[in-house]
């Protein structure tokens, strides 16, 4: 949590500069802080407080489920849309192909030192030496890297000739459509027509233009530090292996054996709390989440826990993992269980 900060900032930051660079009005952000409280729910809040900083700039936030069929339906209404990583890769790809095909779009991987530019999808083994690959991705990706070192004259010539490519209908096999398409193509085929048109412009589509921009090439800096928080230590969640019977019977059995410093505040079973007042309809597994919590709200040691885990093991249970249940600065640092 403490260093996942700096990460979700730089990423925010970047999504809110790139928009007011490209002249963009609206900032979307997609999470599924709902469920995922502690991770997707600072993402949120890192979003919140980096948008405060741009009042020039839209901002919106979406759940990422109804973001998506959003996407789906109107991706006409979004602009530039910042989400953590997983959904990321997920929905760009969905992004491209509602614009044709995953094989259209580009991407950038930008840091403080070093930037590598591929197209969306990564490679293509499946239709390697074929001659059928849409090149679109990768051609996209070389005029973002044109762009980022400074050379958006150049830039700009190629991403045109890509238009007018496009634009005079001659496609690679995934975008192509009979009665829309004039002639289908090969990879070769199509870089060399785009190739053919260099200097032009395209006749129905939006000419792109970019304005001169030094390199944004940088020298590497070291990475900045990750404040420290003050840590401790409120308890541990154990987690069993265990199949002797109903959840109330693990549950009283637990409870004897968390001695001094320790309550058993819950047992969940695939996410469901089934101790205490759990429904006996439930179904369990074998694999039990026993959450121990301090009893007075002080920090335990480390000892403490050893010895908590001597008298499980002593019990005949068999833990497989523990986690400590920490707080930073005095924040919760860990997720609440059903109930809690």
Known sequence: MVQGRPGCEKIVRYAFEYARQNRRKKVTCFTK?????MTDGLFHR???EVGAEYPDLEKEHWIVDIGAAKLADTPETFDV???????GDILSDVAAQIAGSVGLAGSANVGDGVAMFEAIHGSAPRRAGQDLANPSGLLLAGVMMLNHVGQADVAERVHNAWL??????IHTYDVYAEGVSKRKVGTREFAREVARRLGQDPGTLNAVRYAPAPATRRAPRPAAAVPRAAKETLGVDVFL????GAPAALGDALARLSGAGFTLKMITNRGVKVWPDGFPETFCVDH????????????????AILELLGRVESAGYDFVKTENLCSFDRERGWSLGQGE
């Open 33 to 37: 802080d709902n469920i995922m409280k």
């Open 46 to 48: 890192v979003f919140d």
């Open 81 to 87: 849309i910042v989400m953590p990583n997983l959904y």
């Open 164 to 169: 007018r490519t496009v634009e005079d209908g």
């Open 241 to 244: 292996q265990w199949s002797g």
């Open 288 to 303: 039990w989440r026993c959450r121990f919590l301090s009893t007075d709200g002080r920090p335990v040691t480390h000892r």
